[in-house]
């Protein structure tokens, strides 16, 4: 499926969305030529695309068309409306999440540890509206009218995939990314121009929720890899030259995973993907989505490719590449601090004999356990 893309000017910091919603284009590189036909380093969908649904029981199933008649019917309010319910939404979960504001405030703490904590809760303030403004356009994606969402979004970047592309044909591409901005929407907004991309999920509990999601994402033009079978998944997924997003910003189980500074502290991060990117030679493209000045639309900004390392020493290598992808994770963060998901407890699993870092959660456990070993000597 060709695209058809119109050529933009060359990029300053002030983005004008008037020229950028016709081909959704950014060039920051005005030397490497992008056809004005589409893009050929973006593979095309499918017209079978990969279908990893979970099996609901009768109940999950109710839940789930309940959801989905909830979210068309909250879609017909006006975009206007949306968003300024969405802010208010923010600032109300702002006011009343405590458990999740100390995890961010810890995290704030261990990332910029220079700044003074009124700075600190500002940040987080702001992070709380981007969840808000982000969970309007939520709606509007689950909804009616979700191909409008497409305009908002513009690509920046496009010269260091085609670079990456072009030097490893046939390979496909690792999208290394996190939870900024509209993540959603970084998925959509490639998807709805017709272009193939895949996710690697993991399956949420609540499987409703979990439907609903891969429901949103499927419509959109989104391929679901489930993370229990991804690694096979993903191998053959590249060698058709996929395009595989991957969000490398989340906390790993501790059977999956190596240890990594992320801000200075020891982050347990799944190894999975340097050992993936060593043994497909896949490129590993980071690509972040950063809503823009206006708070209405977004960029889909690429970076150059990580190079990936290979010396023989397996380990070592896998240690060293997680290590520069989630570098690029905390350049991002660094970047645009006030829309990262700070609420995540991103160092809950900690290397042994170290002290845990979100040591009230582990205070409140043994007091409750405490507690319980009490109350069964009584009885």
């Known amino acids: 499926m060709e695209i058809p893309v119109n050529r933009t000017p060359r990029l300053s910091n002030a983005i004008d969305y008037r020229e950028l919603t016709q081909g959704a284009v950014a ?10 036909a589409g893009i050929p380093e973006f593979p095309p969908q499918r017209d079978r695309r990969r279908s990893q649904n ?17 979210l068309h019917s909250l879609s017909l309010i006006p975009d206007f409306i949306l968003s300024a319910l969405g802010v208010l939404g923010g600032r109300i979960a702002y006011r009343l999440d405590r458990r999740h504001i100390r995890i961010g ?33 939520y709606i509007r994606l689950g909804g009616f009218f979700y191909r409008r969402l497409k305009k908002r979004t513009a690509y920046r970047g496009l010269p260091h995939f085609a670079r990456a592309v072009r030097s490893n044909p046939g ?23 017709g272009y193939q991309i895949s996710l690697v999920h993991h399956t949420q509990r609540f499987l409703a929720g979990d439907a609903l ?43 999956e995973a190596v240890f ?13 993907v340097a050992r993936l990117a060593m043994i497909s030679q896949a490129p590993v493209v980071p690509v972040f989505m950063f809503r823009q000045p206006d708070q209405r639309n977004h960029l889909m900004t690429i970076h150059e490719a990580i190079p ?24 991002a963060v660094r970047a645009h601090p006030d829309q990262f998901l700070w609420v995540h407890r991103r160092f809950r699993t900690r290397p042994r004999g170290m002290a845990p870092v979100y040591d009230w959660e582990v205070r409140k456990r043994r007091s409750g356990g405490a507690l319980a070993t009490r109350a069964g000597e009584r009885a």
Do not use: C
Request: proline content about 2%; charged content about 30%; hydrophobic content about 40%.
């Open 27 to 36: 060039h920051d590189d005005a030397s490497d030529s992008i056809s004005d």
């Open 54 to 70: 979970v099996e609901l029981d009768p109940k999950s199933k109710i839940v789930f068309w309940l959801f989905r008649a909830i």
């Open 105 to 137: 405030l810890k995290n704030l703490e261990i990332a910029f540890p220079e700044k003074n904590e009124t700075d600190r809760r500002q940040i987080l303030r702001d992070s709380y509206i981007n969840l808000g403004r982000s969970a309007a356009e």
């Open 171 to 193: 390979k496909g591409v690792l999208i290394l990314t996190g939870h900024f901005g509209n993540f959603e929407l970084l998925l959509a907004g490639h998807a709805l121009r």
């Open 213 to 255: 999601m891969t429901y949103i994402r499927e419509r959109a033009g989104v391929d679901i890899i489930r993370k229990h079978s991804a690694a096979r998944a993903v191998l053959r997924a590249l060698k058709e030259g996929d395009q595989i997003g991957i969000p490398f910003d989340q906390n790993a189980e501790r059977s």
């Open 260 to 272: 990594v500074p992320f801000f200075g502290e020891q982050a347990a991060t799944a190894g999975a």
């Open 308 to 331: 990936v390392q290979r010396t023989g020493d397996v380990e070592a290598d896998v240690i060293e590449n997680t290590r520069r992808f989630v570098k690029a994770i905390e350049d």
